[in-house]
């Protein structure tokens, strides 16, 4: 997704990480989130989203989303991720949404997608439901696409063909679930845009996230392809 910042970048960042697309406000100020991990590894999160970032997408429109397998947006930026899928489904190109805590009603963004993967308060902030699986079935009501649930070390629920599904969460010792929830999504989109099915693409994603948390850091923590897959080996 298209980040808003207040700094120039080179086209690519030492990561990795294209920016060609990213925007930048004269006098604005990057979102800032200061970030607190306990013994056990949980950690909470206090984010300053700044104010002087437009919410205006209009410039999404110049960018050609044909280009891409899969397009991930997280509800942060509203307008910004509904314009994105419109113009992704547009192409035909695969949406996934990240449903986590928000003020605003998300329906539509749900409705927009071909994949919406939810955090737990996510999806009770949706729906009003606390039972996961009820709520579940009721965000299904919101698009004809599929719709997940993560719930940390119990791992994720999903419906497939009308049924509900479960993959249990692997079990390790965890340092810091900085940033689980978005490995989580970003590796089941790379998983689902690869062509996988979605228990494999679950049982990816989730394998991600879980090693991620057996290491410190948020973007240091993160795995990578042959480091996850020799580690499902180990549950097979």
Not at 68 to 85: N, Q, S, T, Y
Not at 193 to 199: D, I, M, P, Q, W
Not at 226 to 235: A, E, G, I, M, N
Request: proline content about 3%.
């Amino acid at each position: 997704m298209t980040t808003l910042v207040n700094t120039c970048w080179r086209s690519w960042n030492p990561w990795g990480v294209n920016t060609r697309y990213t925007r930048r406000y004269a006098g604005a100020q990057s979102s800032q989130s200061a970030i607190m991990v306990d013994e056990h590894g949980e950690r909470i999160i206090v984010n300053y989203p700044s104010p002087d970032l437009l919410a205006e997408a209009d410039w999404l429109s110049g960018i050609d989303f044909s280009q891409w397998d899969i397009v991930l947006a997280d509800v942060r930026w509203h307008e910004g991720a509904k314009l994105a899928f419109t113009l992704a489904r547009q192409a035909g190109v695969k949406t996934l949404l990240d449903g986590d805590v928000t003020p605003q009603d998300i329906s539509e963004l749900v409705a927009l997608s071909d994949h919406a993967a939810f955090s737990a308060p996510g999806l009770a902030r949706l729906t009003g439901i606390s039972d996961a699986a009820s709520a579940l079935k009721q965000s299904q009501m919101l698009t004809n696409g599929h719709v997940y649930v993560t719930q940390g070390s119990e791992g994720c629920y999903w419906i497939e063909n009308g049924m509900l599904q479960h993959l249990a969460g692997f079990a390790v010792d965890v340092v810091d679930t900085t940033g689980a929830g978005d490995v989580f999504h970003g590796a089941l989109a790379f998983s689902l845009a690869s062509g996988n099915e979605l228990k494999d693409a679950v049982r990816f994603a989730s394998g991600v996230a879980a090693l991620k948390c057996t290491r410190p850091g948020g973007r240091a923590g993160i795995p990578d392809c042959d480091q996850t897959r020799s580690f499902l080996s180990l549950f097979v």
